[in-house]
């Protein structure tokens, strides 16, 4: 009987693992051709002051709407990309788009806004991607200041000498380094010393409840407290109430973002938000 239930199981297991593997199939199929179909778009979502309310940066999102499977979320496509390491050309499509609009945003109310965008491990270790860089950021008539590359903790570990190396040039460029979800990876705190970084990004995980566990609030306000003793910009990811976004400013932390923000949203309401938070009376959008 219980020989029976645990193949039973087994089945259930093997289904799912089915599931997911055609599902991943299904998705690399579809990616192919999808950036000259033009399936792709980029979202913003708005990071702010913590003090002020203004907005500072801007966080690139992508979207996918896919001509076989209709709208697919960055969860199910971006796993498969890296696996495929289609995720390479999707990035470079990604840096460039981003650039190019932020190239077009000539409303002086942008002009200080830094532009962030994610970077994957395959991209940094490709040799050209410095080049490819500073490329599109002449291209599009940007300086490197406006730049941000998001990267995760994953990615430092994955090959640490050629990262340092890599970032170090793009330091030297002018481009800032994020440090993306911090704390659900698995580096270690001497990381944060060892690569040129300027922003830690709290994971959401620990702004989630925030206002009701002892024990996150104590290791968010330990996150803030290291983060500035290295000298670096505090970004608290996934706010979605007044209440954590007061706590998060009272402890110190420089810029939020989350839905109690903005949402991701596209670039025409980006300007829209910019104008309502600019302390620009005449601003009118
Ligand atoms: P991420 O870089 O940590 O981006 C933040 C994610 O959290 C976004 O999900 C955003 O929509 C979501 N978010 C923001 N505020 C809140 C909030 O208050 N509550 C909740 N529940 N969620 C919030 P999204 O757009 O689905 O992207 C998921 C992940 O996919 C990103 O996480 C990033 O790792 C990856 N991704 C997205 N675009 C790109 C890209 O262009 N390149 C690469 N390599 N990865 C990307
Ligand atoms: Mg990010
Ligand atoms: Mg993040
Ligand atoms: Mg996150």
Known sequence: EAKKAGRGEQRVFNDAMNAAAKDALVIDG??????????????????????????????????????????VTP??????????????????WVLEEACRQVGQWKHGLLDDVTISINVSAWQLADPGFV????????RNGLSPRQLEL???????????????????????????????????????????????????????AFVMDIEHSERNNKLVHAIIAMGQSLGLQLVAEGVETAGQAAILEKMG??????YHISRPIPPDELLRFACARADAPECAI
């Not at 990071?47 to 203004?54: C, D, S, V």
């Not at 495929?84 to 999707?90: A, D």
């Open 30 to 71: 579809a990616l192919r051709g999808a950036i000259e179909a033009g399936e792709f778009y980029l979202v913003y979502q708005a990071i702010t002051n913590a003090h002020t309310g203004k907005l500072t940066k801007v966080e690139a999102l992508l979207r996918w709407n896919s001509s076989l499977l209709g709208p």
């Open 75 to 92: 969860d199910r496509f971006i796993p498969v990309a890296e696996d495929s390491g289609m995720i390479v050309e999707l990035g470079t």
């Open 131 to 138: 080049a490819l860089v500073a490329q599109a950021l002449q």
């Open 150 to 204: 998001e990267l995760t903790e994953r990615v430092l570990i994955d090959d640490a000498a050629n990262v340092r190396a890599v970032l170090g040039q793009l330091r030297a460029l002018g481009v800032g380094i994020s440090l993306d979800d911090f704390g659900t990876g698995y580096s270690s705190l001497s990381y944060l010393t060892q690569f040129q970084l300027n922003t830690l990004k709290i994971d959401r």
């Open 253 to 258: 932390c420089h810029y939020l973002q989350g």
